[in-house]
C-alpha cells in the first residue's frame, strides 16, 4: 500500500509569489493535516482536515490557506511567499477525525526555498 | 516557555551502545506520547506509541512516560549504525487535534 504522497518533492519560489502544495493520504485515511518543518526545528501544526472542513488551525497568518478534495487528498497554498516561509512542509495522514489518539503517517515533505 | 523541550544534541555513540533520549513537557493535559524517526529531509517515521504512564518495549527501542515529572524516555539498544538519525518526540492532548513536537535529537552511532 502506498504511503502519504506528496508532491512537488522540491520547490524554488521568490518572495512575493504563491505557491500550491499537494498531498495524497493513505488509503482509508480520512483526516490529513500540515505541518512546518523549519531546519533544526521540530514541526509546527499548521492545519488539520476531516471531511473537506477545517477541524484544526495553528498560530499562521492568513496567508497559509487549505482545503481537502472529496477523496481526501489536500492542498496547502501560501500566498506572498517570505523568505522565512523556506521550510520543509509535511502532510500526515490518520485514520478518522484527528482525535488525539490517532497516530500521525507523514509524506516525505515538500522542500520550499524561497529566494 | 515551550510546550515541549527535546536536547538537540548531536549525540554520537559508538555501535552497540544504550542510547537515551529524552523530552519534558509543560502541558499536564498530553496524555498521548510518540517517538519519531527522521532521516535528512525526509518525513517522520512514527516509531513508537505510548498513552499515559508507563512502559512500551518494541525490539531495541523502549518508551517511558512519567507524567508525574512531565518526562518521555526512548531507550535504544545495541545501537545500529543505521539508527543515525534525528528523533523527535510529540505529544498531544485529548481534546485537541495537533501534535506537539520537540526539536529533535540528532543522533550518530559510529560504526
Known amino acids: 500500500d502506498a504511503g502519504v504522497t506528496q508532491s512537488p518533492t522540491h520547490l524554488i519560489k521568490t518572495r512575493g509569489q504563491q505557491v500550491t502544495l499537494r498531498c495524497s493520504p493513505i488509503?482509508?485515511?480520512?483526516?490529513v493535516s500540515w505541518y512546518q518543518q523549519v531546519l533544526g526545528q521540530g514541526p509546527q501544526f499548521i492545519f488539520q482536515y476531516y471531511e473537506k472542513e477545517e477541524r484544526g488551525r495553528g498560530n499562521f497568518p492568513d496567508r497559509f490557506s487549505a482545503r481537502q478534495f472529496p477523496n481526501y487528498s489536500s492542498e496547502l497554498n501560501v500566498n506572498a511567499l517570505l523568505l522565512g516561509d523556506s521550510a520543509l512542509y509535511l502532510c500526515?495522514?490518520?485514520?478518522?477525525?484527528?482525535?488525539?489518539?490517532?497516530?500521525?503517517?507523514f509524506g516525505s515533505g515538500t522542500q520550499l526555498s524561497v529566494l | 516557555q515551550k510546550e515541549v523541550e527535546q536536547d538537540p544534541g548531536p549525540l554520537s555513540v559508538p555501535e552497540g551502545a544504550i542510547v537515551s533520549l529524552n523530552c519534558t513537557y509543560s502541558n499536564s493535559a498530553f496524555q498521548y506520547f510518540m517517538w519519531y524517526r527522521q532521516y535528512s529531509r525526509k518525513g517522520p517515521e512514527l516509531l513508537m506509541y505510548t498513552y499515559s504512564s508507563g512502559n512500551k518495549e518494541d525490539g531495541r527501542f523502549t518508551a517511558q512516560v512519567d507524567k508525574s515529572s512531565k518526562y518521555i524516555s526512548l531507550f535504544i539498544r545495541d545501537s545500529q549504525p543505521s539508527d543515525s538519525a534525528t528523533y523527535l518526540c510529540a505529544m498531544s492532548a485529548p481534546t485537541g487535534n495537533q501534535f506537539y513536537f520537540g526539536t529533535g535529537t540528532s543522533l550518530t552511532v559510529i560504526p
Open positions: 488509503s482509508g485515511h480520512k483526516s
Open positions: 500526515a495522514s490518520s485514520l478518522d477525525l484527528g482525535a488525539a489518539n490517532e497516530k500521525l503517517f
